[in-house]
T-cell receptor
Framework: GAVVSQHPSRVICKSGTSVKIECRSL??????MFWYRQFPKQSLMLMAT?????????EQGVEKDKFLINHASLTLSTLTVTSAHPEDSSFYIC??????????FGPGTRLTVT | GNSVTQMEGPVTLSEEAFLTINCTYT??????LFWYVQYPGEGLQLLLK?????DKGSNKGFEATYRKETTSFHLEKGSVQVSDSAVYFC????????????FGKGTTLSVSS
């Protein structure tokens, strides 16, 4: 089946630093990738839709200058949390859409900002 | 717009009990419906799906039938195990390019031995 990886799985960073999270589709080409954020005991909140070779589309309320998304190839999208603060601590999950528009999820990245 | 409503949890069951987690949806057109499972500290795994009315998705003993007349996609399992303890999310998608899944709020299932 389709596999999506995320790296790193866990990251701890200091307040004010930037963190990059990678999302890769390992065995299929993903024209579209999605980034979600999940708070404890809550559902997934869509942050942005990332299309290869074009600018990401951000959901209302998501700061595009803070959460930089780059979809450089058909198998890689990155989310960079810039100038991270403790309130950015969360579980970030990506998904990749295959040519049949089915979505497969990465295992998630736990970000802790101290 | 499209939306998904699933029953509030947590659901607490004893091993071998019957499980039902209700899910209803609102959508224009004919979406595909999904159940995802999330184990503690992990990402989401696709559990089962159905792409058209009256389709039944099944996997690992779980089943759900796409009911267009009641706009429902209830998840069932005849005999739960401790290892089924997780959070279950109902979701829909119109399977178009650039369209994200729409999730319900999730239902936590806790199974005790």
């Amino acid at each position: 089946g389709a596999v999506v990886s995320q790296h790193p799985s866990r990251v701890i960073c200091k307040s004010g630093t930037s963190v990059k999270i990678e999302c890769r589709s390992l065995d299929f080409q993903a024209t579209t990738m999605f980034w979600y954020r999940q708070f404890p005991k809550q559902s997934l909140m869509l942050m942005a839709t990332s299309n290869e070779g074009s600018k990401a589309t951000y959901e209302q309320g998501v700061e595009k200058d803070k959460f930089l998304i780059n979809h450089a190839s058909l198998t890689l999208s990155t989310l960079t949390v810039t100038s991270a603060h403790p309130e950015d601590s969360s579980f970030y999950i990506c998904s990749a859409s295959n040519p049949a528009y089915e979505q497969y999820f990465g295992p998630g990245t736990r970000l802790t900002v101290t | 717009g499209n939306s998904v409503t699933q029953m509030e949890g947590p659901v607490t069951l004893s091993e071998e009990a019957f499980l039902t987690i209700n899910c209803t949806y609102t959508a224009t057109g004919y979406p595909s419906l999904f159940w995802y499972v999330q184990y503690p500290g992990e990402g989401l795994q696709l559990l089962l799906k159905a792409t058209k009315a009256d389709d039944k998705g099944s996997n690992k003993g779980f089943e759900a039938t796409y009911r267009k007349e009641t706009t429902s996609f209830h998840l069932e399992k005849g005999s739960v195990q401790v290892s089924d303890s997780a959070v279950y999310f109902c979701a829909l998608s119109d399977l178009q390019a650039g369209t994200a899944l729409i999730f319900g709020k999730g239902t936590t299932l806790s199974v005790s031995s």
